[in-house]
C-alpha cells in the first residue's frame, strides 16, 4: 500500500481506476479522502480543525466517513479515537481496526474493497462487544461530504393502504433544527439539504425504505446504499436514514437495527458506495423522472450545484 499525509496525519492508500480511498493509518478507523479518477478531487469534506470535547477526552472529527453507535450521546459516540489503529492489506482492499473504546467496550473496524469492474466501493463496519454486560446500538455510519453540493433522500411516495388516506412517511427533527431552514427543501419525490450559513446545523431523519441516499457535486453524484428492514427497530423515532449540515460539511448518515449484543457477540452494517458521472446516472436504478428532480434541484429557484464561494469559518 502507498503511505501519504492528511494534514499532518498518516494515512494508507488504495486506488484503481476508478478511486483513490485514503484512510488513516493510526487513527480511527477513518476514511478521510475519496477521489474519482476522473475528478481529481476529494468528495468528502476535510475537517481536521474541528474537535469536541467529551467526558473522555478531545474528539476530532478529521472529515471523510467513520463508524459510531446510535441512539447519539456525547460519552458513546464521540469517543477520542486518535491512536491504536491496527491496519491490515487485503486483495483490492484494506482492514482497519480500532482499539476497544472504554464508554462502551465495543470495537470498530472498517473493511474497504475497490471494484475491479466499477466505480464501486464496499465498506463494511464491524462492531464487537468485548467487554463482560450486554450493550444495546444501532450501528451509525456518518460520511461527511464537502460543501457545494446538496444531499439528496428519497422520500417514500406509495400508498401506505389500498385507499390511499393513511400517512406513508414521519419525519424527527432535532431540537438545533427548524422545517424553514433554508438549507432543507422537500420535493415530490426527494428531501434535499445542503451546507451553508448560520453556522448552527439542522438535521432531519427519517425511515427510507428505498436504502440509499445520495450527494450531487458538479456533475458528480455519490450515491451510499445499504440494506433496509422493516420488520426490526430503529432509534430516533425509527429513522434508518439521517442527515446533517452546518455552514462546512453535509453528513449522509445509515443506521443498522437497534441490536443488543451479548459479550463477545458481533454485528455488521455495510455500505456500498457508487459514484457517477451526470450523463451516467443509470435510469434503471433511479428512474428518469427521479434523475429529472435531482437535477432540477440545482436549477430551478435553489441554487445549489454551483460551488459555494462563502462558506464562513
Known amino acids: 500500500m502507498k503511505t501519504g499525509d492528511f494534514h499532518g496525519n498518516k494515512t494508507v492508500i488504495i486506488e484503481n481506476e476508478y478511486f483513490l480511498v485514503e484512510c488513516l493509518a493510526e487513527a480511527g478507523p477513518r476514511i478521510v479522502r475519496l477521489i474519482p479518477a476522473w475528478m481529481g478531487e476529494n468528495l468528502f469534506a476535510e475537517t481536521p480543525d474541528i474537535l469536541r470535547t467529551t467526558p ?20 458513546r459516540s464521540y469517543y477520542p479515537d486518535d491512536g491504536g489503529l491496527t491496519v491490515e492489506s487485503k486483495t483490492n482492499g484494506v482492514r482497519l481496526k480500532g482499539v476497544v473504546e472504554g464508554a462502551s467496550n465495543i470495537r470498530k473496524t472498517i473493511s474497504i474493497q475497490l471494484s475491479s469492474s466499477g466505480p464501486f466501493v464496499l465498506v463494511k463496519h464491524a462492531l464487537e462487544n468485548l467487554g463482560n454486560k450486554p450493550v444495546k446500538f444501532s450501528p451509525w455510519a456518518i460520511t461527511m461530504m464537502r460543501p457545494g453540493g446538496v444531499g439528496i433522500l428519497p422520500q417514500q411516495v406509495n400508498f401506505a393502504d389500498s385507499d390511499g388516506v393513511q400517512p406513508n412517511r414521519r419525519f424527527a427533527l432535532w431540537p438545533y433544527s427548524q422545517w424553514d431552514d433554508r ?8 428531501v434535499a439539504i445542503k451546507a451553508g450559513a448560520p453556522r448552527d446545523g439542522v438535521k432531519v431523519g427519517y425511515f427510507n425504505p428505498h436504502g440509499w441516499m445520495g450527494y450531487l457535486f458538479d456533475d458528480v453524484f455519490f450515491v451510499k446504499r445499504f440494506g433496509v428492514r422493516s420488520d426490526e427497530e430503529y432509534p430516533d423515532f425509527g429513522c434508518n436514514s439521517e442527515a446533517y449540515s452546518n455552514h462546512r460539511v453535509v453528513e449522509l448518515q445509515s443506521l443498522g437495527p437497534l441490536t443488543e449484543l451479548a459479550p463477545k457477540q458481533g454485528v455488521i452494517h455495510t455500505e456500498t458506495w457508487e459514484v457517477y458521472k451526470e450523463k451516467d446516472i443509470p435510469k434503471d436504478k433511479f428512474g428518469e423522472k427521479s434523475i429529472r428532480e435531482c437535477l432540477s434541484y440545482g436549477t430551478v429557484g435553489w441554487s445549489i450545484l454551483g460551488r459555494m464561494t462563502n462558506q464562513g469559518k
Open 56 to 75: 473522555n477526552g478531545e474528539f476530532h472529527f478529521y472529515g471523510g466517513h467513520r463508524i459510531s453507535i446510535a441512539p447519539e450521546t456525547v460519552a
Open 183 to 190: 438549507r432543507l427543501r422537500f420535493g415530490e419525490e426527494f
